[in-house]
T-cell receptor, first 111, second 113 residues
Framework: EDQVTQSPEALRLQEGESSSLNCSYT??????LFWYRQDPGKGPEFLFT???AGEEKEKERLKATLTKKESFLHITAPKPEDSATYLC????????????FGRGTSLIVHP | SAVISQKPSRDICQRGTSLTIQCQVD?????MFWYRQQPGQSLTLIAT?????????ESGFVIDKFPISRPNLTFSTLTVSNMSPEDSSIYLC??????????FGPGTRLLVL
């Protein structure tokens, strides 16, 4: 059974204080790993897809990296508008295309 | 990518009633899904909406409670039947594009009194 564990559950940062969110996964074969941002009361917004170990993707202050067991979402010099819940999901090779989601990390950035 | 809209965006309903949520996509997609997200929780898949056939439900969800229609490749509805306060959640429509990336609608916030 595919499993996704995100840590920490919640993270409070000061504006400008860089940090990383972790997504550990167990899957028989990885087709893709996805990061989403979700604002309160809204649907998840797609951020990145990573396919293979060593791959990196960047968008503004966010950078996602991937190893064979985990992914990190690095947030550089965050701003209050980066406050949101960040969800990680993995899609397994073969069979269903339906991803397995983690429980998310709730990030609050204080001004 | 895909642009997804949902109606209504939110509603407050009385227990015992039913609510139908609509999902419209701006392009034809093969796979559409319905999720539920209870307060403070992650996403729970309710069912895969299949065009032209009955939806495929996940464990714990049944057609009598959550009937789903998918008349074409751009539209689907989810009905939450005989509602109770435990059905208060955000309901999300989602599509899979190119067999890879999953996009979500803005969600329908439901409160059952």
């Amino acid at each position: 059974e595919d499993q996704v564990t995100q840590s920490p559950e919640a993270l409070r940062l000061q504006e400008g204080e860089s940090s990383s969110l972790n997504c550990s996964y167990t899957v028989s074969g990885l087709r893709g790993l996805f990061w989403y941002r979700q604002d309160p009361g809204k649907g998840p917004e797609f951020l990145f897809t990573l396919y293979s170990a060593g791959e990196e993707k960047e968008k503004e202050r966010l950078k996602a990296t991937l190893t064979k067991k985990e992914s990190f979402l690095h947030i550089t010099a965050p701003k209050p508008e980066d406050s949101a819940t960040y969800l990680c999901a993995v899609q397994a090779d073969g069979g269903s295309y339906i991803p397995t989601f983690g429980r998310g990390t709730s990030l609050i950035v204080h001004p | 990518s895909a642009v997804i809209s949902q109606k209504p965006s939110r509603d407050i309903c009385q227990r015992g009633t039913s609510l139908t949520i609509q999902c419209q996509v701006d392009s034809q997609v093969t796979m559409m899904f319905w999720y539920r997200q209870q307060p403070g929780q992650s996403l729970t898949l309710i069912a895969t909406a299949n065009q032209g056939s009955e939806a495929t439900y996940e464990s714990g969800f049944v057609i009598d409670k959550f009937p789903i229609s998918r008349p074409n490749l751009t539209f689907s509805t989810l009905t939450v039947s005989n509602m109770s306060p435990e059905d208060s959640s955000i309901y999300l429509c989602s599509v899979l594009t190119g067999g890879e990336t999953q996009y979500f609608g803005p969600g329908t916030r439901l409160l059952v009194l």
